[in-house]
């Protein structure tokens, strides 16, 4: 069955960096669009971004581009998410998603509706 499981999360200064990773089972990894998404306390749940199955192509909303990076590495069934500048509002549990297909489909209900499985979190603390 799908499998996704985050690890990499913690504590970290503001202004320093983490990097997330989901190892992924279950399915053939490459032929899947991937999303991380996050849930600070007491808020909804937050799209940071996307990859295609081939990695091809990423998206990310305007409130994470320029510090949030996610990759892949088909090869290891794992999918990154490398976050610098770190800030205390980046505080939250993080999830990466599996879409039910190879590309990022963007429909008005937003790219976590795409979302068909997702993995239990990983929780990142930003505080000095």
């Known amino acids: 069955q799908v499998q996704l499981v985050e690890s990499g999360g913690g504590l970290a200064h503001p202004g320093g960096s983490l990097r997330l990773s989901c190892a992924a089972s279950?399915?053939?990894?490459?032929?899947?669009?991937m999303s991380w998404a996050r849930q600070a306390p007491g808020k909804g749940l937050e799209w940071l971004g996307g990859?295609?199955?081939?990695?091809?192509?990423?998206y990310y909303p305007d409130s994470v581009k320029g510090r949030f990076t996610i990759s892949r590495d088909n090869a290891k069934n794992t999918v990154y998410l490398q976050m610098n500048s770190l800030k205390p509002e980046d505080t939250a549990l993080y999830y990466c998603?599996?879409?039910?297909?190879?590309?990022?489909?963007?429909?008005?209900?937003?790219?976590?509706?795409?979302?068909?499985?997702w993995g239990q979190g990983t929780q990142v603390t930003v505080s000095s």
């Open positions: 998603g599996k879409h039910p297909g190879p590309i990022l489909v963007f429909t008005t209900s937003g790219p976590l509706s795409q979302v068909d499985y």
């Open positions: 279950g399915f053939p990894f490459s032929s899947y669009a």
């Open positions: 990859i295609y199955g081939d990695g091809s192509n990423t």
